[in-house]
């Protein structure tokens, strides 16, 4: 057992209130964060996307299903995850847990959630049924969308695409390292405009 610090309750009521101090001050800043990253331009997807899906290969305008946003989450599935080829990330499964219930609540306002991986369809289809989830999910496997909507700087970019499988059907999703729990600590918005006119909110799960 880990020895701590045994003290008093006002010696904690006194650091707990500054600490609370700090918190409200990082919650400011967060929120600052946020209102610059919502600021960010749209920029119009004008490259061509092919998904796997249950119904057959679809674009990504095709995704959202007659919606005005198609909400993203980019799951790590691939040969570079722990688990392959039979789980995807340990991280992005905890956060599915979450997701899986609350996207039945998306598509009355007119929001359709989709997780792209890039391992292929099969895979997904057969660890979702293992995991009891039914939240869409399709594969990116043979086109660069999870690269292209992963907020890569150039360099790490270049890396990342250069470190994957060559053959792109069982290609990795982008991610810097296999290290279990990674994929859902740092989450990333991009917008995008597709060619029909729809909005792309995309969630990166890069560390």
């Avoid at 960010?40 to 679809?58: A, H, I, R, S």
């Amino acid at each position: 057992m880990t020895e701590h610090k045994v003290g008093t309750r006002e010696q904690w009521l006194a650091g707990r209130t500054a600490l609370l101090a700090e918190e409200k001050e990082l919650t400011r800043r967060s929120d600052e964060l946020a209102r610059k990253r919502q600021a960010l331009p749209w920029v119009p997807v004008e490259k061509d996307y092919g998904f796997e899906t249950e119904d057959g290969t679809k674009a990504l305008a095709d995704l959202f299903e007659g919606r005005s946003q198609l909400l993203v989450y980019h799951f790590m599935f691939g040969p570079t995850v722990e688990g392959w080829p039979d789980a995807g990330c340990p991280g992005c499964s905890y956060t599915a847990d979450s997701l899986d219930g609350a996207v039945a609540h998306l598509p009355p306002r007119g929001v359709i959630f989709v997780a792209v991986s890039r391992a292929p369809l099969e895979n997904l289809q057969a660890y979702r049924r293992r995991m009891g989830w039914s939240f869409p999910w399709v594969s990116a496997a043979g086109s660069d969308f999870n690269l292209d909507f992963a907020v890569f700087t150039a360099r790490s970019r270049s890396r990342t695409a250069s470190s994957t499988t060559p053959t792109r059907a069982t290609t990795a999703a982008p991610m810097s390292s296999a290290r279990p729990g990674n994929c859902s600590t740092a989450l990333q918005r991009a917008a995008a405009t597709t060619p029909r006119g729809g909005r792309a909110d995309t969630t990166n799960t890069n560390d």
